[in-house]
């Protein structure tokens, strides 16, 4: 197979790199099994990232950053920023290694995240979810350590990449692809490895209707601020897409896809009564995303992202509730 490079502005990496990465960080992460869903008129497949062992697809990245670090640069540990899944999977990456890790989480991260981080060994420092974003943009977390950017390093968008290796070896004859998106790192990834492999399926990125950043940014042809309404769903949903993201996502994107609450709980309860996975909120978001209309007849992957939800949560929306 040719080893194809693929260039987005600053962003350069070759086939090669990819199937590297993935293999750097084979003994941390496990090949998620591609699920399908009986759904009369299109054929579609889950791809459960939820069952990670951390319940999260962050685990590649995180381990692929610290994989790819200098060792001199870790001395003083690792630092992140996330708002429950990456800093899950930094740290579990790191304390596996003898390092230490410190998180910087926003006030908004669901209280089951935070509790993982601190089982895990991570010193977690919890702030305003402004004064988280500043850190998101500024790269200035204010501890010490080795800083690993949840979405915008090069050595974590090719960590994710790993998902798109999978999705094509699983499943050739894919047409869409439906990621839901925060930073855009996921997405990214799997776009690129994809393409790198010579394969081109839409990439399609979903939010929840209460932050809608990419949406936004498509529609002005540039990233632009919007508000961040309360939501149950805390794995997405910003305020701007990151300047140093753009690009890329303005590249590789084709459509995003705004879901509304409603339809995210009733996806969460299909992902339960009809796979039996238990989903969080960003990957029940994915399940609605691909089940639009016009997505009909086609071949279909939905990225189910994590399974870290408030177990409270889980159970009032199981039982009927469309928070």
Not at 91 to 107: E, F, H, N, T
Request: charged residues 20%; neutral net charge; proline residues 4%.
């Amino acid at each position: 197979m040719t080893d194809r490079t693929i260039s987005y502005g600053a962003f350069n990496a070759k086939l090669s790199d990819f199937k590297a990465a993935a293999l750097r960080v084979s003994k941390d992460v496990v090949t998620t099994p591609l699920l399908a869903l009986d759904v009369s008129d299109r054929n579609l497949m889950l791809k459960a990232e939820c069952l990670q062992s951390l319940g999260s697809f962050k685990i590649r990245a995180g381990a692929n950053a610290i994989e790819t670090a200098n060792k001199a640069s870790l001395r003083n540990g690792v630092v992140t920023a996330s708002a429950g899944n990456f800093g899950q999977g930094v740290a579990q990456a790191a304390v596996s290694r003898g390092l230490s890790v410190d998180v910087i989480a926003p006030d908004t991260a669901s209280v089951v995240k935070l509790e993982a981080l601190h089982k895990l060994g991570a010193r977690v420092k919890t702030v305003s979810f402004d004064d988280w974003w500043e850190v998101m943009v500024s790269r200035s977390p204010g501890v010490d350590g080795f800083f690993i950017h949840p979405v915008e390093e090069l050595s974590v968008i090719m960590g994710n990449g790993g998902i798109g290796l999978e999705i094509v070896n699983q499943f050739p004859q894919v047409d869409v692809v439906v990621v839901p998106v925060g930073g855009g790192g996921m997405i990214s990834g799997i776009a690129l490895a994809m393409k790198a492999l010579g394969k081109r399926p839409r990439i399609i990125a979903c939010e929840i209707e209460s932050s809608t950043p990419l949406f936004s940014a498509k529609l002005a042809g540039k990233p632009v601020k919007v508000s961040r309404g309360p939501s149950w769903i805390d794995g997405i949903g910003s305020t701007s897409v990151l300047p140093k993201m753009w690009p890329l996502l303005d590249a590789l994107v084709d459509d995003v896809v705004v879901v509304s609450h409603k339809e995210a709980a009733k996806a969460l309860r299909t992902l339960a009564q009809d796979a039996h996975l238990v989903s969080e909120g960003a990957g029940a978001v994915a399940l609605a995303a691909a089940l639009r209309p016009e997505f009909s007849g086609l071949n279909i992957v939905s990225v189910i992202s994590g399974g870290n939800i408030d177990m409270t949560t889980f159970s009032r929306i199981l039982h009927g509730e469309d928070f």
